[in-house]
Structure formats: structure tokens, C-alpha cells
């Protein structure tokens, strides 16, 4: 069967490089760029069916970052002010719109082979049919977004 590359902390390694948090989106996708490469040339090499995709999972987010944060607690101490917390899936920034948020997960996606749903938090209210039917129209056709996940959630 197909090995799974899932992709992990991408949101923290994109601000990592040259530009930062100005050249989120734009280092995002060089990375994945360079995943997908590197995936596509180990496949001719190997034969083996690689699946580029992107870890959902927060647990798995939460191990890496701890295990990162044990083996380079110097390097990871300089980067962040805190512990290391990656985030989970292909968002990059926190706090969006959901049409922006789907907006960025649309264009990072087209790099995966396989891609998680956009979770977009919604508070109760917003659950009426024409607010859910106008979001999701939204969505839909402004953005290349390949899958949503509506969550209820409180607003703050």
C-alpha cells in the first residue's frame, strides 16, 4: 500500500525562514514545493506509492513538538519565547475569517496528494441554514478549499 508523508509544523517552519511571518504563505508553499519534489523523486527512485498529505491529528502535533523541544531545547529556546506548539494541519495563521481561512488551506492544498478538511469554528448563532448555506456558498466558489468541517464552538 501507499506510505503517508504527512506534512507537520508547517505554519512554524515557514516563519523560520528568511521574511517571517511576511512571507508566511509564500514560504509555505516553497516548502511544500520542495516536499512534493522530494516525494515525486523518491517515488521514480524507489517505486514505493509516497502520499503527500497533512497530519490533522493534534496529538501527533503535540508529540513532535515536544520531542523537537527535548532534543534542541537551545535552538527551539531561541526561535520561540515558549515551548514549541506546532500547528495542526495546513493553517497558517490563526484567527481568519473562514472564507480567508479556506482561501489559504485552498492554496496550500493543491501541493497534497491528499488534504484534511478546513475546521471552521462556529458559534451557535451562526448555525442558521441561510448563514451555514451562505458561508458554505462562499467557500465554494471563491476559493479552491477542497473540504469543510464546521465545528461548534463559543465565542469569546
Known amino acids: 500500500g501507499p506510505t503517508r508523508i504527512a506534512v507537520e509544523g ?4 515557514a516563519r523560520l525562514l528568511p521574511g517571517g511571518e511576511g512571507a508566511l504563505e509564500g514560504n509555505a508553499r516553497r516548502l511544500l514545493a520542495a516536499l512534493r519534489a522530494a516525494c515525486e523523486a523518491e517515488a521514480a527512485r524507489t517505486g514505493a506509492r509516497l502520499v503527500l ?5 493534534a496529538a501527533i502535533s503535540e508529540r513532535f513538538a ?12 531561541s526561535a520561540f519565547d515558549a515551548p514549541p506548539a506546532y500547528a495542526t494541519g495546513l493553517s497558517l495563521r490563526r484567527g481568519l475569517h473562514a472564507v480567508e481561512a479556506a482561501q489559504e488551506h485552498g492554496l496550500l492544498a493543491e501541493y497534497l496528494d491528499e488534504a484534511p478538511a478546513l475546521r471552521v469554528g462556529l458559534a451557535p448563532e451562526d448555525f442558521a441554514p441561510e448563514s451555514l448555506a451562505g458561508l458554505l456558498q462562499k467557500i465554494t466558489l471563491q476559493t479552491a478549499c477542497p473540504a469543510v468541517e464546521i465545528l461548534a464552538s463559543s465565542r469569546e
Do not use: I, T, W
Open 53 to 57: 498529505c497533512a497530519n490533522d491529528d
Open 10 to 13: 508547517l505554519a512554524d517552519a
Open 66 to 77: 515536544s520531542l523537537d523541544g527535548q532534543a534542541a531545547e537551545n535552538l527551539m529556546a
